[in-house]
């Protein structure tokens, strides 16, 4: 079916007063949506994550990403494992898991740091039990996951 030209032409202003419109009541924003926090986005992704498992040596220690990608990590009964990371330069990352005290360290090279949780998650305090600030410089570290009376742990690590 074709359309006459001259219908066309008299929507032509309609259609661009509704899209003034619409674009006035998204503030202005168009078609950009703002990103959730790392707290939100890790609450709807708390039942998602890559398989992975923690190594008992660091020399054979499993690679994770630092960003928005969950894992699920199973761990050794009774003994702490490792997971390794990398970092171009220094960096403050965040480290979220499910169950408290699941990561008490992180290593770089031979230099052990403690981590000192910040709490539960403000936004989903039942399913993220601990956020801890990870500080570290940039190459690889390790974080020492367990032991822990759990057989796996959810975590996202990011900037």
């Known amino acids: 079916m074709t359309r006459h030209p001259a219908t ?5 202003p309609f259609l661009l ?13 168009g078609d950009e949506t703002a990103e959730p926090s790392l707290e939100e986005y890790a609450c709807l992704h708390i039942a998602e994550g890559s398989v992975v498992d923690v190594a008992l040596d660091r020399a054979d220690a499993h690679t994770i990403d630092v960003g928005r990608a969950p894992y699920r990590v199973n ?15 220094a960096a403050d990352l965040t480290l979220l ?11 770089t090279g031979e230099d052990r740091t403690e981590l000192t ?25 390790w974080l020492e996951v367990g032991p822990a009376f759990q057989g796996n742990v959810w975590m996202m690590l990011a900037e």
């Open 117 to 141: 949780p910040d709490g539960a998650d403000d936004v989903c305090p039942d399913d993220i039990a601990e956020v801890l600030p990870v500080s570290v410089g940039g190459g690889t570290h």
């Open 8 to 12: 066309a032409a008299r929507r032509a």
């Open 17 to 29: 007063a509704i899209s003034a419109l619409l674009t006035a009541c998204d503030g202005g924003k």
């Open 75 to 89: 761990l050794y009964p009774g003994e702490a494992g490792y997971l390794q990371f990398e970092t171009a330069g």
């Open 97 to 107: 898991l499910d169950f408290a005290g699941a990561v008490p360290a992180v290593w």
